[in-house]
């Protein structure tokens, strides 16, 4: 009987002394959570890969990485409880039951929704966004990066959680490196070229764009084009 009760316990302790990537790809998913996990030789730290309509909320520094074309992400951050999370979609509204997470009006409350779930505070919670590039040429008339970029900076406002650095805008691609429980984020421009998988997103978006016009007002940002941590 001794030998039966205590399984559990040796089963808790082998889960916790396990490697944390196998932690993290051997643990339940939420719907829309990535599932992407890999060490990245880079930073020597443990990563995961956030796709379109896809988040993850997590209180470890592993690195939480997505790259952007007109598409946004945003990196939320408690400051007091130290988590954080980020996402990643695609056009501000619309779509169907099966990819709502590809759409910020949804994208962005449920977001916010998994780190209160967490244990994060609303009213602690700070933001950085990135992307809204207009990557392809020819598209700038769609403006669905100045859209995507229009749209979470108003929600953001609306919901009180102050956007304290952001880099959007202008026609570069982005890779997004960011650290939850630091709330350190570091954004890379990429070069235009060899960006196959990102066009092909553009083009996506940019076809749902068009069934559903609006006007939103051009904004620039120009900004050094090197790596900066923020």
């Known amino acids: 009987m001794q030998l039966a ?17 196998e932690r993290l790809k051997s643990a339940p998913r939420r719907g829309g959570e990535a599932s992407f996990f890999f060490y990245d030789a880079h930073f020597r730290n443990d990563a995961v890969k956030v796709l ?27 400051r007091e409880r130290r988590i954080g999370g980020m996402n990643h979609f695609m056009l501000p509204d619309g779509g169907g039951a099966g990819d709502k ?18 244990g994060a505070t609303r009213s602690t919670m700070e933001a950085k966004v990135f992307g809204g590039g207009a990557v392809i ?6 403006n669905v990066g100045e859209r995507n970029t229009s749209f979470v900076l108003d929600y953001l406002r609306t919901e009180r959680i102050t956007v304290v650095s952001k880099d959007v805008l202008d026609i570069y691609p ?10 350190k984020a570091m954004v890379k421009r990429l070069a235009s070229t060899n960006t196959e998988m990102l066009q092909a997103q553009e083009k996506a978006a940019s076809r749902a764009a068009a069934t559903r016009p609006q006007h939103v007002q051009e904004t620039q940002v120009v900004q050094d084009p090197r790596r900066r941590r923020r």
């Open 5 to 21: 009760s205590s399984r559990p316990a040796v089963a808790a302790r082998a889960a916790s002394d396990a490697p944390r990537l």
């Open 52 to 78: 379109p309509g896809e988040f993850f909320v997590h209180d470890e520094d592993i690195l939480i990485m997505t790259t952007l074309g007109s598409c946004i992400a945003a990196c939320l951050w408690d």
């Open 101 to 118: 997470g590809r759409y910020g009006s949804f994208a962005m409350e449920l977001l916010i929704n998994e780190m209160i779930k967490a």
């Open 137 to 142: 040429s020819g598209m700038n008339s769609i």
């Open 174 to 183: 982005r890779k997004v490196c960011f650290l939850p429980a630091s709330g």
